[in-house]
């Protein structure tokens, strides 16, 4: 079964405007990763936050982790037509070293 | 260019074939895996090889038979698949040996049954 849950499903945006993600999952981690995906390509991995830690930034990207809630969010700053793609959120559980565990994804468009 | 690379690119097969997916990677990484990815979908995780040993199998139908010949190659062999193996196959590899890190994606292979 799937662990996380992104949402929305699809969101389109301007160029410029600000993108945010949102992915929520079910059972403890040891971390959480996020990975883009443009059409017909393989993941790219982005960014990982453990569960020990509240935010992460990179470049143009911020990543925020509430274990509490069980959810993260993935904020793209000044998007640009470069970011279209699917961004896929990715849990690691302690009791697996090598399951990564995928939602089901956000499509975002970024308009020019 | 990925860091891991997949052939062919593309694939397209009759029920009866046998055919195989190849996968490459030269960062050193000892731990490999096959992901099936249908359109619009997550990725699935089928295998995974840690030091050339499978380390897990995800119940994937025996027509499916991973291999992995040394550290930096990782194969996919196929028989007898069905219409609904149709999709794109994704290889990944990651470091130490374990998934702690980010793992690292080819482009896939897309693969398409008669």
């Known amino acids: 079964s799937q662990q996380g849950e992104e949402d929305p499903q699809a969101l389109s945006i301007q160029e410029g405007e600000n993108a945010t993600m949102n992915c929520s999952y079910k059972t403890s981690i040891n971390n959480l990763q996020w990975y883009r995906q443009n059409s017909g390509r393989g993941l790219v991995h982005l960014i990982l936050i453990r569960s020990n830690e509240r935010e992460k930034h990179s470049g143009r990207l911020r990543v925020t982790l509430d274990t509490s809630k069980k959810s993260s969010s993935l904020l793209i700053t000044a998007s640009r037509a470069a970011d279209t793609a699917s961004y896929f959120c990715?849990?690691?559980?302690?009791?697996?070293?090598?399951?990564?565990?995928f939602g089901k994804g956000t499509l975002l468009t970024v308009n020019p | 260019d990925t860091e891991v690379t997949q052939t062919p690119k593309h694939l397209v097969m009759g029920m009866t074939n046998k055919k195989s997916l190849k996968c490459e990677q030269h960062?050193?990484?000892?731990?490999m895996y096959w992901y099936k990815q249908k359109a619009k979908k997550p990725p699935e995780l089928m295998f995974v090889?840690?030091?050339?040993?499978?380390?897990i199998n995800e119940s994937v139908p025996s027509r499916f038979s991973p291999e992995c010949p040394n550290s930096s190659l990782l194969n996919l062999h196929l028989h007898a698949l069905q219409p609904e193996d149709s999709a794109l196959y994704l290889c990944?590899?990651?470091?130490?040996?374990?998934?702690?890190?980010?793992?690292?994606f080819g482009d896939g292979t897309r693969l398409s049954i008669l």
């Open positions: 960062m050193g990484h000892r731990a």
């Open positions: 990715a849990t690691k559980s302690g009791g697996s070293n090598y399951k990564l565990t």
């Open positions: 990944a590899s990651s470091p130490w040996g374990v998934s702690q890190g980010p793992q690292h």
């Open positions: 090889y840690s030091y050339e040993k499978l380390s």
